[in-house]
């Protein structure tokens, strides 16, 4: 895998120059993020200047993107700043920028769900197959998306998506409230020996829920890994009781 990216590397070098995304304030941040080992920005015209550069890439979602942005909170910030953010880690090889990229986009997914399929294909024009980005993009739309409704837009998506979206799909588990039916669906995933990865008893969701982000981080060393569990556990705790304090 480290040669892969090794080559891809070499091969991303001479595209990254055409990155239009690629702009001072997401240095800054990208900067920052490698320092920090999260997203911020101290920049006060960061609004203006993602709109300067990104306004236009907004597409059909046009402006509102930019609905309830605050800088100081990257999970308001559009998709695209964040996927672009994810593509700078992985063409200079900052593993903690993706990280930190990747957990921003889980929140501002699971707050308001405005990706476009213009973001997945920029995504997918910039990354390698086995990127943990490309897995969480098609994870957001086999679980959260209405297939039915959004099947016009997969029309023009690039093919690497297309199949990764009907794989995921192909081993969705039906709900367990029906015994037989997931019984023999499971046997099916089990027999055809294509139980996914983050394949996950009794619940099948998105990995971020049943198991944590931590599914779309890449860790170098177990100690780190067992760092990191540790650290959304104990988040998780926080969030609970932050919860319960709101309910009474
Ligand atoms: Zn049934
Ligand atoms: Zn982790």
Not at 26 to 52: A, C, M
């Amino acid at each position: 895998m480290k040669t892969f990216r090794g080559q891809f590397w070499v091969e991303a070098r001479t595209r990254m120059m055409r990155l239009p995304e690629t702009s001072t304030s997401l240095f800054e941040i990208f900067v920052q993020g490698l320092y920090y080992k999260r997203l911020i920005s101290d920049n006060r015209e960061l609004e203006q200047d993602f709109r300067l550069k990104f306004g236009a890439l907004a597409s059909r979602e046009g402006d509102h993107q930019y609905k309830r942005f605050l800088a100081k909170s990257p999970e308001t910030w559009p998709w695209r700043v964040l996927v672009s953010l994810y593509v700078l880690g992985d063409y200079l090889d900052a593993q903690v920028v993706r990280i930190a990229a990747v957990d921003v986009m889980i929140l501002r997914h699971e707050k308001s769900d405005v990706m476009t399929f213009d973001d997945i294909d920029f995504a997918y024009a910039n990354t390698s197959p086995d990127s943990k980005l490309r897995e969480l993009l098609v994870h957001i739309t086999t679980y959260d998306f209405d297939i039915g409704s959004i099947a016009r837009d997969l029309i023009g998506m690039p093919n690497g998506f297309l199949v990764d979206v009907s794989m995921t799909l192909a081993r969705r588990l039906p709900n367990r409230q029906c015994q037989s039916c997931y019984q023999s669906a499971l046997s099916w995933v089990q027999h055809a020996d294509a139980v996914p990865a983050h394949f996950h008893e009794p619940q099948d969701g998105p990995p971020w829920q049943t198991l944590s982000s931590c599914y779309y981080h890449e860790h170098s060393t177990e100690e780190e890994k067992g760092d990191c569990a540790a650290r959304v556990a104990r988040e998780k705790v926080l969030e609970r009781r932050e919860q319960d304090r709101n309910r009474g």
